[in-house]
């Protein structure tokens, strides 16, 4: 069975990094799609970066563009996401998810439990 396991929030100042990890079991990431989601209260579920198969390329929305960087470590099944400068706008929970290729959460399968980020000075 597919689970996923978000690890890596915590609070950051204005301006800061940090680097979330999403663990992944059942499937390989050799030919599975894992994709990053986020929400902050009383907003919608956000897709914010997904990895496109068919393209090898990554997608990211507008809003994280030039901030937020995807890799993974096929070894140890894990994907990983880097954010920098990051802003107070950015606060909230943050999701891998499996199961899908597009940044419609409904489409997806599995999630994490989420891990909070905050950004506040």
């Known amino acids: 069975q597919v689970r ?15 680097s979330l990890s ?9 030919v599975y ?7 902050a209260p009383g907003k919608e579920r956000e897709g914010i970066l997904c990895f496109k198969p068919g393209d090898g390329t990554t997608y990211y929305v507008d809003s994280v563009k030039d901030r937020f960087t995807y890799s993974r470590d096929n070894a140890v099944n894990t994907v990983y996401l880097h954010m920098s400068s990051l802003q ?5 929970v943050y999701y891998c998810a499996a199961g899908s290729i597009t940044n419609n959460a409904a489409a997806y399968s ?3 439990q989420g891990t909070q980020v905050t950004v506040s000075s």
Request: charged letters at 15%.
């Open 88 to 92: 107070p706008e950015d606060t909230g």
């Open 110 to 112: 599995y999630w994490g």
């Open 33 to 39: 799609p894992i994709a990053w989601f986020r929400q």
């Open 22 to 30: 999403c663990a992944v079991s059942g499937v390989s990431l050799d």
């Open 4 to 18: 996923l396991v978000e690890s890596g929030g915590g609070l950051v100042q204005p301006g800061g990094s940090l």
